[in-house]
C-alpha cells in the first residue's frame, strides 16, 4: 500500500465516516463540526449544483431521478425508488440501491476536493521558471491517492456535473489531464484567496473550460513572434553598438511587450481610452520604443549623449531610463491614449503617482464607472515584494477617495534582485503574496511561452473590466545580464548565470515551437530579424542629425498655461467681491436642515456668522473656508486629503457634519450653490504619507484647473512621504518638464508637544528649493493663507506651494483678519511689515525679522513690556525669497540692528537658508547692520525638548533676547 493511501483521510474505514458526515450535513448543515462544514459549504459555493447532484449517478436513467442520500434540495430521503418525470413509480427499472448512491455521492465528494485542491495548490506544480533552477515539489493534496483513489479508477466514471467543462460525468483520467493543463502548465493561478465567490466562478469559468491558454489566430501568432523579435533585437543591437552602457535591459523578458499590446488591444474593446503607465527602469527602454511608439532614432540619439528635449529648455534633465513618454496607439479601429509617467530609480515610487493621474483623468471625463481611464503598473519581483510603498497603493485601490476601477500590475520576475536571491529577499512562496491584502488574483506565467503571457494579459483586463478590481499578472524570466550590462552577475549567482549561458532566447524558444508547428519556416523567421535589423541600421544612421524638436508639457489640458515669469513678484489676481465672500460664509456657517448636528459645532458656526456678519475675527479655518468656497462658486473643483481632514487633526476645520442621529454626512462647501458650483472633495485618508501624498501629486499632474491640497496630520509625518518629495515634487519640473499646483499643509510650531509634534522640518523643505522649484510659506495671518491657497489656480503657471500650518494660531485671539482683507484690491504679501505704532523710524534699535508663530510670541511680550524702538517683520514667504520686499521694509531702519529669530534649533528652520540673502538684501541700503544675528535656540540633534517645563523656559528665553537690546 502506498504512503498516499495509508495517510489518506478518505481512505478506507474513514470514508464511511466522510459519508457519514455528509449526509448529516446534507440534512442539517449545523449538525457537522465547523470544519467540516466549512469545506462542505465551500464545495457547495464553488459549483452551487454540485453536492444536491453528487447523489444521482451519471449511470442513472436520463429520465429518472435517483433517490439516495438527499434529494435536489438536499433533503435527506427515506425511500429508496426510482421515479418518472411525473412522479410515478417506474417499477420497470431496476432499483439502485442506497450503497451505490453513497458510493456515487462519495466519489463525486473525492473528486471535487481533488479539484479544489487544484484550484488552491496547483500553482505550486506549474511550470513557471524558464531556468528550472528548482524542481516542481511533490504535494500530496495534488495526488488522486490521497482522497482514496487507486489504480483502478482512473478509467471509472466520476459524476461530476459540469465541472471543468467536463460533461456531467468524466474518468479520473480526464479530470486530472484537464486539471493539470488549467493549472500545473505554463500558468499557475492564484484566486482561493478571493472571498466573492462571483470573482472565483468567473475566473474558474475563464480558465478552466479553455485549459487556460488561449487559440490563437495564424496571424496573432505571428504577430507575438514578431513582437518578440523586435524586443530581443533592440537589446542586442544596443549591446553591441554601446557597449557597456547602462541601459537596464529586457533580455530575458521580451514577452512583456507582446503582453503590454494585448493589454491595450483587449482593453480597447472594452471601452478604454486611456491608459496611465508606471514602471522601474528594467525594460522601460524597449517599452519605450516597442510599445509607446518612441523613435529608434530618439533613442539613439539620447545613447550619443544628446538630451531628450529641446535645447531651448531649461532644466536639468534625467536619464533615458527614467524618462516617461505619451502616445496615441489604435488597435482595430479603436484609439488609446498612452501615458509613460516618468519616475526616478526609487522602485514603486511612481505607484501612487500613476493612480492619482489615473483618478484625475477619469474625473475629468465624468466616468463614474471607471471604465474608460486604467492603470498599468509594472513591477520587479524584489521590489514588489520589498518596498511598503506597494501595500499602500493596494490599500488605496478600493476606498472611496481614491478608487480608481482596478489596476493591472505586471511583474517582471528576474527571480533576482541587484545581487539577492530570492530566498534572502522575502519570507513568502512567491513575491506577489503582498497582494493577497486586498484579494487580488495572481496569474504567474513562463515567460518563455509568450503565447501563455499574452493569455494572461487578456484575462487581467477582462477581469479588471468585469469587477474593477486589482488582479496581478508575475512573469517568471530571467536577467540575462547582470544589474546593469557593466555588472558581473557571477560574482554572486554562478549557479543561475551558468544555466542562462545555456539557455536559449525567447525568440529562439518560441520561434522553433512556431516552425515546428507548421506556422512559419525559419527562413522567415530569418527574413524577420534581417528586415529589423535594417530599420535599427537606418535609425542609427540618421540619430547623428536628429533634435528634438518638441515637448509636450503644455498640451492638452495644460493648454493655455505658461513656464512662470520671472518676477519675484507673482501675486495672481486672488481678491473676491465682498458680496461672494457673505455669500460663501453665510452659507457655510448656516444649521443644516434635516441634520442632527452636533451641539458644539452648532455654536461653531454661530461665531463663524457673526464673524462674516461683522467682518472681523477671521479665523484660520474660516479663511480657508472662503477660499475653497469661492473657487468652488467660481467653478473650480477642491480636492482635500490626509489623515482626519474632513474634521482637521486639531477640530478646526469640520467641513463634514456628521449627523449625531445616523452618522449621514453634510458637506456645506457642496451647498452654497448646490446647482451650480464646483466640487468639493474631502477625504480621510489612510494611514498613509508617502502612497496618499504620491497620488495627490499624481493628481496635479493631470489636472491643472484643481486645487489640490494634501495635508499631514502633523507637519513632522510628512518624512514618511520624503521619497515623494525629493524625487517627484521638488525636481520634477526640472527634471521631467512635469508642472504642478499640488499644496502641501504641514502643521508646525513649538508648543511644547514634543519633537514629533513640533516641526514640519521646513529646512528640508528650504534645502531642496531652487531653480524656481516651489513656494515656501510660514504664513501669520487667515487672510494672507486665503489669498496663497487662490493664487494656486489663479495664474497662468503651476508651482507647489509647501506650508507650514499653524496648531496654536489656530484659535489664536490675535491671529485673525478682517474681511475686507480678502476683498476687492487685496492681496498675498510675501512681507509684512510692522503693524503696531512704535516710535519714529529712526529711533528703531533693532528690527525682528522672523517667521510663523514665533511672531506672536514676540509682539505679545513687546507689548507687556511696553517697547517701542524694537520692529518686528514676518517674512511669510521664505521661497522664492523676496529680496526687494525685505529690502523695502529694511530700508525704514538703516540705524537698527538686524536679528533673525526663530523657534527651531539653530541647524534647523529658516535660519541658514536666509542668513545669506538677508544679507544681500542689506547690501544695496547703506545700513548699519551688514549681516543678522541669530537668536533662538542652541542646535540641536533632535527637533524639540519632550519637557514642557524645558519648552517654556527655552521659549521665554528666546523671546527675552530678541527683545533685549544691547
Known amino acids: 500500500m502506498q504512503q498516499a493511501e495509508r495517510t489518506s483521510f478518505l481512505y478506507g474505514a474513514n470514508a464511511a465516516f466522510i459519508e457519514e458526515l455528509f449526509a448529516r450535513y446534507a440534512a442539517d448543515p449545523a449538525s457537522v463540526d465547523e470544519s467540516w462544514r466549512t469545506l462542505f459549504d465551500e464545495l457547495a459555493a464553488e459549483q452551487p449544483a454540485l453536492l444536491r447532484e453528487a447523489a444521482g449517478a451519471s449511470w442513472a436513467p436520463k429520465e429518472t431521478k435517483v433517490i439516495g442520500v438527499v434529494d435536489a434540495d438536499m433533503r435527506p430521503l427515506a425511500a429508496n425508488v426510482n421515479q418518472t418525470a411525473n ?15 453513497r458510493a456515487a455521492a462519495l466519489d463525486s465528494v473525492r473528486a471535487l476536493m481533488l479539484i479544489r485542491a487544484f484550484r488552491i495548490r496547483g500553482h505550486l506544480q506549474a511550470n513557471l521558471d524558464p531556468l528550472g533552477l528548482a524542481p516542481k515539489p511533490y504535494h500530496p493534496e495534488l495526488d488522486p491517492k490521497t482522497y482514496g483513489f487507486g489504480e483502478g479508477d482512473w478509467d471509472r466514471p466520476i459524476y461530476i456535473n459540469g465541472v471543468l467543462g467536463l460533461g456531467d460525468s468524466a474518468t479520473l483520467r480526464q479530470v486530472m489531464s484537464r486539471l493539470e493543463k488549467t493549472y500545473c502548465g505554463p500558468i499557475g493561478v492564484e484566486f482561493m484567496h478571493i472571498g466573492d465567490p462571483d470573482q472565483k466562478a468567473w475566473i474558474q ?95 539613439f540619439s539620447e545613447f550619443q549623449g544628446k538630451a531628450s528635449y529641446p535645447e531651448e529648455l531649461r532644466g536639468s534633465g534625467d536619464v533615458k531610463y527614467h524618462l516617461g513618454a505619451s502616445s496615441d496607439r489604435e488597435f482595430d479601429g479603436n484609439v488609446v491614449h498612452l501615458s509613460l509617467t516618468a519616475n526616478p530609480s526609487h522602485l514603486e515610487a511612481v505607484n501612487p503617482v500613476v493612480l492619482g493621474k489615473v483618478r484625475a483623468k477619469q474625473d475629468q471625463r465624468h466616468d463614474k464607472e471607471r471604465a474608460s481611464v486604467m492603470g498599468l503598473l509594472m513591477h520587479g519581483d524584489a521590489a514588489f515584494a520589498g518596498q511598503g510603498l506597494v501595500a499602500e497603493g493596494l490599500d488605496l485601490s478600493d476606498l472611496k477617495g481614491y478608487r480608481t476601477g482596478g489596476t493591472v500590475h505586471f511583474v517582471v520576475n528576474n527571480q533576482i534582485g541587484f545581487t539577492t536571491s530570492p530566498t534572502y529577499a522575502r519570507s513568502g512562496p512567491y513575491c ?34 468585469r469587477f474593477k478590481r486589482d488582479i496581478v499578472i508575475d512573469m517568471f524570466c530571467y536577467r540575462r545580464h547582470g544589474h546593469n550590462e557593466s555588472d558581473e552577475p557571477m560574482f554572486t549567482q554562478p549557479s543561475m548565470y551558468k544555466r542562462i549561458g545555456q539557455h536559449a532566447s525567447v525568440q529562439e524558444v518560441y520561434a522553433r515551437r512556431l516552425v515546428e508547428e507548421g506556422i512559419v519556416t525559419q527562413a522567415e523567421v530569418d527574413h524577420m530579424v534581417a528586415d529589423f535589423r535594417k530599420k535599427l541600421d537606418d535609425s542609427f544612421t540618421a540619430a547623428a542629425s536628429f533634435k528634438p524638436n518638441k515637448a509636450d508639457w503644455l498640451e492638452g489640458k495644460w493648454s493655455g498655461m505658461t513656464i512662470a515669469p520671472g518676477e519675484e513678484d507673482r501675486k495672481g489676481e486672488t481678491a473676491v467681491d465682498m458680496g461672494l465672500l457673505r455669500e460663501v460664509g453665510l452659507s457655510i456657517s448656516k444649521r443644516p436642515e434635516n441634520h442632527d448636528t452636533n451641539r458644539k459645532i452648532l455654536r461653531q458656526l454661530e461665531e463663524k456668522r457673526k464673524m462674516i456678519e461683522g467682518g472681523e475675527g477671521i479665523d484660520w479655518a474660516t479663511a480657508e473656508a472662503l477660499a475653497f468656497g469661492t473657487l468652488l462658486v467660481e467653478g473650480t473643483p477642491v480636492r482635500l486629503s490626509g489623515q482626519d481632514s474632513g474634521r482637521g487633526t486639531f477640530s478646526q476645520r469640520h467641513s463634514v457634519l456628521v449627523d449625531q442621529t445616523n452618522d449621514n454626512r453634510y458637506v456645506p462647501l457642496n451647498n452654497i450653490r448646490p446647482d451650480d458650483q464646483a466640487h468639493y472633495e474631502v477625504i480621510d485618508s489612510p494611514l498613509s504619507e508617502a502612497g496618499v501624498l504620491g497620488f495627490e501629486y499624481g493628481y496635479t499632474l493631470a489636472e491643472p484647473n484643481a486645487l489640490v491640497l494634501w495635508e499631514a496630520q502633523f507637519g513632522d509625518f510628512a518624512n514618511g512621504a520624503q521619497v515623494i518629495i525629493d524625487q517627484f515634487i521638488s525636481p520634477g519640473e526640472s527634471k521631467w518638464f512635469r508642472f504642478s499646483g499640488l499644496v502641501m499643509l504641514l502643521p508646525h510650531g513649538y508648543e511644547g508637544q514634543g519633537p514629533e509634534h513640533s516641526s514640519a522640518r521646513l529646512e528640508r523643505y528650504l534645502q531642496l528649493s531652487g531653480e524656481d522649484n516651489w513656494q515656501v510659506c510660514n504664513i501669520t495671518t487667515p487672510a494672507n493663507y486665503f489669498h496663497a491657497l487662490r493664487r494656486q489656480v489663479r495664474r497662468s503657471f503651476r508651482k507647489p506651494l509647501v506650508i507650514m500650518t499653524p496648531k496654536s494660531l489656530l484659535r489664536h485671539k490675535d491671529a485673525v483678519s478682517r474681511l475686507e482683507d480678502m476683498a476687492s484690491g487685496s492681496s498675498f504679501h510675501r512681507v509684512l511689515p510692522e503693524a503696531d505704532k512704535l516710535a519714529a523710524d529712526a529711533k528703531i534699535r533693532r528690527v525682528i525679522l522672523c517667521s510663523g508663530k514665533v511672531y506672536y510670541d514676540l509682539v505679545a511680550e513687546r507689548r507687556n513690556r511696553k517697547i517701542d524702538n524694537v520692529a518686528i517683520i514676518r517674512v511669510e514667504q521664505l521661497y522664492p525669497f523676496p529680496f526687494t520686499a525685505t529690502a523695502k521694509e529694511l530700508r525704514r531702519y538703516r540705524d537698527a540692528e538686524v536679528v533673525w529669530c526663530q523657534e527651531e534649533p539653530e541647524n534647523m528652520g529658516a535660519w541658514h537658508f536666509v542668513d545669506r540673502r538677508i544679507e544681500r538684501a542689506l547690501a544695496d541700503l547703506d545700513a548699519r547692520s551688514r549681516r543678522p544675528v541669530y537668536i533662538g535656540r542652541k542646535e540641536a540633534a533632535s527637533t524639540a525638548t519632550g519637557l514642557l517645563k524645558n519648552h517654556t523656559k527655552e521659549q521665554a528665553e528666546l523671546v527675552e533676547r530678541a527683545l533685549t537690546v544691547d
Open 87 to 101: 412522479g410515478q413509480a417506474a417499477a420497470a427499472e431496476p432499483a439502485i440501491s442506497q450503497d451505490q448512491v
Open 205 to 299: 469559468e475563464r480558465i478552466e473550460n479553455i485549459e487556460n491558454q488561449t487559440e490563437f489566430t495564424e496571424l496573432g501568432r505571428r504577430t507575438i513572434l514578431q513582437r518578440i523579435i523586435e524586443a530581443e533585437h533592440l537589446e542586442k543591437y544596443l549591446h553591441v553598438k554601446f557597449v557597456g552602457t547602462k541601459r537596464f535591459g529586457l533580455d530575458g523578458g521580451e514577452s512583456l511587450i507582446p503582453a503590454l499590446e494585448q493589454i491595450v488591444k483587449r482593453g480597447s474593446t472594452l471601452g478604454v481610452k486611456e491608459l496611465v503607465v508606471g514602471m522601474p527602469h528594467r525594460g522601460r527602454l524597449n517599452t519605450l520604443v516597442n510599445f509607446m511608439g518612441k523613435s529608434y532614432t530618439a533613442l
Open 432 to 465: 506577489t503574496e503582498v497582494a493577497k491584502i486586498v484579494q487580488a488574483p495572481i496569474l504567474h506565467v513562463n515567460g518563455d511561452d509568450p503565447e501563455s503571457v499574452v493569455h494572461c494579459a487578456r484575462i487581467a483586463v477582462e477581469f479588471r473590466h
